[in-house]
């Protein structure tokens, strides 16, 4: 609706493409001004039982007086967070009522997102990844001009999106 608290639980500090995912989310969170973002700088750590801990710490800051959520929105930047954030909101009795992001794709988070614990994972296309990596590999060492950055796009997936054949084989 344009407008809500949001909050992003980071992977883990000096983490490159987590950090540039986290740093996406935020640049984007600064262009939707009736969207407030409560908090950015709590690390979830490497592995889910530590982002477990560190999401169930910080959700609970966010609890309104009755239980229910004082948040409005959670975006975590891949599939150690995303799936201890998805077990904490369950356990808060606040999953499907707090819109909630992740990143990556596993059988457990996509079943999520089709259960409905999950409104969106944006996922990666592993194959384009690679062929594009060997692709400027090959290229460098040939000696040709090859870009700095070579993006590989996402694709942002929903319920209503997930068994597209497209993206059903990002998925799996």
Known sequence: GGRGKVLLLRYAEGHDSTGRREQGFLDAIKTAPGVELVSSNQYGGIDVESAYRKGESLLSRYKKADGSPGIDGVFCPNESTTFAMMRVLQT?????????????????????????????????????????????????LRGEQVAARVDTGVTLVTRETMDQPAVRDLLS
Do not use: E, N
């Not at 009795?93 to 457990?108: E, L």
């Not at 996509?110 to 400027?136: C, E, F, H, N, S």
């Open 92 to 140: 808060m009795g606040w999953s499907g009522r707090v819109a909630f992001v992740g990143f990556d794709a596993s059988d457990r988070l996509v079943q999520a997102m089709r259960d409905g614990a999950i409104d969106a994972l944006v996922v990666q296309d592993p194959v384009k990844m690679g062929y594009l990596g060997v692709k400027t590999l090959v290229a460098h």
